[in-house]
């Protein structure tokens, strides 16, 4: 089963700034190899132990699959973009059996060979019953530990490289069907410490909001704290026809919400735009093309921003589509991803 991203998608408060646009398509080279960054090939920009690099940013996605077919579909996304993946973004729920529980599955772990990886971990189980799914107060409880953490905790440890790991992502939109705010941050924290407690020292602890400044005071009440988290992730998007809004550019998606997260959650912490994208217009044929073509310069301003996750899929709904619509799209966001500031010295295998 795939994800089916069926989390409400909410829309950032517009910041009305001037596009820049296309200037040309340039052939792009193959990315450099897992160690061999272009910008860190002296090693004076590797990354630190939470993954974050001392210059630039990392490229990832998420990128339209099934379990099984993992890696075939990041080999072929890779090939159209020019370059490899630093980040591959993958999701498992808390079933006890079958690869949607499993984390670290056999395609992850060969994809993850030479690239990063970041797993979604949502308190859900897909296709199982309403008595089956997770609540965060029984998470909280350890009423999960022996069947649920303990596994997965064990299945990373095992696995031994670090991999960014998300618990419930966009967990705003699930207040309350879920639980309280302070049933999410205690779930989070049992999860946290109970890996610590088995002796997992090889995950980087993301957390990852919607990004949707009308939930800012949710935002303030689910933030676990500092002890928590590595990294701030936050999911904006140009919805356009999706729901019903203006087109935006890919600066105004951005800017409100990394002021917002910078002077109101954390000055420091590393950033992570964990989930980009934008709808097509099809009658602006060259736009999404322009949209992307935004992206390094936008991201080169945004203070703290060390990743850069392209959505390469859809959401539920008519005219929800926010995957690469044509052919200039793609050559847009690949030369977009060959800019310098996207090609760091990865962490050695």
């Given amino acids: 089963m795939t994800p089916r991203h069926d ?20 052939a792009v080279q193959k990315s450099p190899g897992w160690d061999d960054g272009a910008n860190g090939a002296d090693g004076t920009c590797a990354a630190d132990e939470r993954l974050v690099p001392e210059c630039g940013a990392w490229f990832g996605a998420y990128v339209r699959h099934d379990k099984p077919e993992l890696e075939e579909k990041v080999l072929a996304y890779e090939d159209r973009i020019g ?33 990063m990886l970041l797993l979604s971990w949502e308190s859900k189980w897909w296709g199982g019953t309403a008595e089956q799914q997770p609540s965060w107060s029984e998470i909280a409880s350890g009423a999960l530990d022996e069947t649920v953490v303990d596994v997965q905790a064990q299945r990373i440890k095992d696995y031994g490289k ?13 207040v309350p069907d879920n639980g309280t705010t302070e049933e999410y941050v205690a779930a989070y924290r049992h999860i946290h410490d109970r890996f610590r407690e088995l002796g997992v020292e090889n995950v980087v602890w993301t957390w990852i ?18 002890a928590y988290v590595d990294w701030i992730g936050y999911n ?36 992570m735009l964990s989930e980009f994208g934008t709808a097509d217009d099809p009658a602006a044929p060259r736009a999404q093309a322009e949209w992307y073509a935004q992206v390094p310069q936008v991201v080169k301003r945004l203070e703290g921003v060390k990743a850069a996750l392209q959505w390469n899929y859809r959401d539920p ?14 050559a847009a966001l690949r030369e977009a991803v060959a800019d310098p500031f996207f090609h760091q010295l990865r962490p050695a295998p």
């Fill in 7 to 26: 989390r409400l998608r909410m829309i950032s408060v517009p910041v009305l700034l001037i596009a820049a646009l296309l200037a040309g398509v340039l």
């Fill in 236 to 271: 904006q998007y140009n919805y356009f026809r999706c729901h019903k809004t203006d087109w935006k550019t890919f600066e105004d998606t951005q800017l409100a919400t990394h002021a917002w997260m910078r002077e109101n959650i954390s000055d420091a912490k590393p950033l």
């Fill in 162 to 174: 670090k991999v960014f790991l998300s618990f419930d992502l966009e967990m705003d939109t699930r």
């Fill in 83 to 115: 370059r490899r993946l630093d980040i591959v973004y993958t999701y498992h729920d808390m079933s006890t059996d079958g690869l949607e529980g499993q984390l670290l599955t056999e395609q992850e772990r060969r994809v993850g060979e030479d690239r």
């Fill in 209 to 226: 909001v919607t990004g949707y400044t009308g939930h800012a005071e949710l935002f303030l009440r689910l933030y676990p704290g500092d």
């Fill in 317 to 330: 709904g008519p005219n929800c589509d926010l995957s690469l619509a044509r052919d200039s799209s793609w």
